[in-house]
């Protein structure tokens, strides 16, 4: 057994309709390209939904050999509205791994959440108090037979200061 380092990001800003990106969503997934760029992906997954289909589309152009693929139980839904997708999402992603892995999963905020909530063993509806910024990273990784460890929470150190807290309401704007 070895350790799963889970990518999280939530995809890139969306146009009103949630049909595509804005101009900034487009830049926000050009930018988390470049932040990983020296990580050693082996697989990029995201949800079904448009907005995170394209900036999946976007960041693997930095990552031509890196296989892409969508994964249904990223969806958009309310973990524990949907609490079968929610198991299948941790299930997938976090289970054990028998060598050293990378993976970038682009999904929503809250199943970032939900992946957060899990890896600090917290009650189900603390899922809810976790937001996370357009194009914002965090991982989670995962060493074989121990707690899982979070190592980045939403970072957006990758952004500049116009294009960090988009998907937040202007309330909880810094």
């Known amino acids: 057994m070895a350790v799963r380092h889970l990518w999280l990001m939530r995809h890139g800003e969306a146009v009103p309709d949630q049909s595509d990106l804005t101009t900034a969503g487009r830049q926000q997934a050009e930018l988390a390209g470049l932040r990983l760029a020296g990580v050693p992906l082996e697989a990029i ?33 309310v973990p524990t509205d949907d609490r079968a997708t929610a198991a299948a999402m941790i299930t997938r992603f976090t289970g054990p791994v028998a060598e050293e892995s990378h993976e970038l999963v682009i999904t929503h905020n809250f199943q970032v959440g939900w992946f957060l909530r899990d890896a600090y063993a917290a009650p189900p509806e603390r899922f809810r108090v976790v937001n996370q910024c357009n194009g914002g990273l965090t991982l989670i990784r995962y060493p074989a037979g121990q707690v899982p460890r979070v190592i980045l929470v939403n970072d957006v150190s990758h952004l500049p200061v116009e294009l960090r807290f988009t998907g937040f309401p202007p309330e909880l704007r810094p």
């Open 45 to 77: 997954s995201h949800s079904p939904r448009p907005r995170a289909v394209r900036t999946a589309q976007i960041l693997a152009r930095r990552f031509p050999d890196v296989p892409v693929r969508e994964a249904p139980e990223l969806d958009d839904r």
